[in-house]
């Protein structure tokens, strides 16, 4: 079967830096990946992590432990339009995700 | 045009109404797919189409049919639907059908059954 875990919310201050935390079972699994969903907008590809260890784009870095399926998604200096919903996805064939946590950034 | 478009983006329908939904990818992949998203609910798959051939079909019902004529084009059919099928209805396209490809999500179809 497959199971995965996100906070359903998280508040965090302007320009604070946020973790957000994926826990995940799955039959089968090639990487995880995290999209991100404005209101009213279409969900859009952050970031892959195939390998264990911290990949980095910008304010936005992932990190995947295999070995503890776990993952996690930091992001650093938070602006207000970061505010949004973040899905992990653990890969297989085809992609799983989650529900979603969602963050609001506040002044 | 580039990316992924989806039409009509709205759509309201009784549940006798036939209607489709058509979705078009400018990106050159060869994967595509249809998601269902409803308030407070994770994603949901609904189908795959890889190289135009249905993939997965995760035990949708059977009021709800997918077409790829191509691989730059998918429809989703709906005939009978229930109110409960009002939702989010989002189409992604990716290079290949593997999770590790990056998906191109549409701004997808607000659609409501009355």
């Known amino acids: 079967g497959q199971s995965l875990e996100q906070p ?14 994926c826990t995940y079972q799955t039959s089968g699994f090639y990487g995880l990946s995290w999209y ?10 952050l970031s892959y992590n195939g390998l264990d260890g911290l990949e ?13 399926s776990y993952g996690y998604l930091l992001l650093q200096e938070l602006q207000m339009k970061d505010s949004a919903s973040y899905f992990c996805a653990p890969g297989n064939t085809p992609l799983v995700f989650g529900k979603g946590t969602r963050l609001s950034v506040i002044a | 045009e580039t990316g992924v478009t989806q039409t009509p983006r709205h759509l309201v329908m009784g ?10 990818q400018h990106l050159g992949h060869n994967a595509m797919y249809w998601y269902k998203q409803s308030a407070k609910k994770p994603l949901e798959l609904m189908f795959v ?19 790829c004529p191509n ?5 989703l059919h709906l005939h009978t639907l229930q109110p409960e099928d009002s939702a989010l209805y989002l189409c992604a396209s990716s290079r290949t059908g593997h999770s590790y490809n990056e998906q191109f999500f549409g701004p997808g179809t607000r659609l409501t059954v009355l």
Do not use: W
């Open chain 2, 49 to 67: 189409y890889s190289l135009e051939e249905r993939v997965e079909n995760n035990s949708v019902p059977s009021r709800f049919s997918p077409e």
């Open chain 1, 8 to 21: 359903s919310e998280v508040t965090a201050v302007e320009g604070a830096i946020v973790q957000i935390n």
């Open chain 1, 36 to 45: 991100q969903q404005h209101d009213g907008g279409a969900p859009t590809f």
């Open chain 2, 15 to 24: 549940m006798t109404n036939k209607k489709s939904l058509k979705c078009e």
């Open chain 1, 56 to 68: 980095e784009t910008g304010r936005f870095s992932s990190f995947l432990s295999r070995s503890d």
């Open chain 2, 71 to 75: 691989s730059s084009h998918l429809f």
